[in-house]
């Protein structure tokens, strides 16, 4: 297997970026299947569409995990929502990406805006949900978020990931990994994130030894499509698409409810 001098990030998912109508106050799932690559000739993002409450039921809605930032795109993983704290990663990001400025400029602001709010979500799970506070941010963590599009003619990703600092009192407190594409992150230019079970993401890394030499629109496909075959609760189709290169952006497949407003 050929090694990459880049950057590569395993995560294991609450949820990707629950829809706004989501019944679940919190938005916790576990399991969600997402597959994000980046080359210097293009950028391959993959999706399910499903998203499970705090009790492990599915939401009935589909969920649109790929979607828009000013005039890149974004997804994320983590803590999205709680109801009773007023924190919102949806309307933070609106918020952020309204502003003027590069796409770097935006992320700064919304790493701004949603810092203060997130630690104060996450103080009121760790004391009122401690066994939930402790199996899915501490185990697996509270936040991470995808940003990725073309900038000035360059193929962009950058990843933001959301770590729980040790804190000697009751209350909560985060700290930001920065990871860039291109930059001195990834060298060679090239970087992938795969979102979602560890069985699977060894499965697949196993059997698809290459797939960055290959088809990057197959291998995203396949890898979602791993978990919705073993039936994975927290994963289910359909599966959305989105390919982005210099010269313009495909929805390879996209559900209507997905479409760009």
Known sequence: ??????????????????????????NFSHGTAVFVTRTPNEIVVAADSRSVKLDGSPDSDPVCKIRRFSNAYVVVNGMSQDSSTGYDVLSLLKEAGEQKGLLADKIATFERLVKSPLEKALTRLKRDEPLVFQRNVIEIGPLGVNFFGVEQGVLVFYHRRFVVSPSPNNDVSVYIERLGCPGVDCPDGVAYILVGADEFKKRFEREKLNFMQGDLVKAA???????IDAQVVDVGPPIDILRIKKNGTQWIERKPECEDK
């Open 221 to 227: 496909r396949q890898f979602v499509q791993m978990h």
């Open 1 to 26: 297997m050929h090694t990459y001098p880049l950057w590569v990030i395993t995560l294991f998912t609450l949820l990707m970026f629950a829809h706004p109508l989501s019944a679940s106050v919190h």
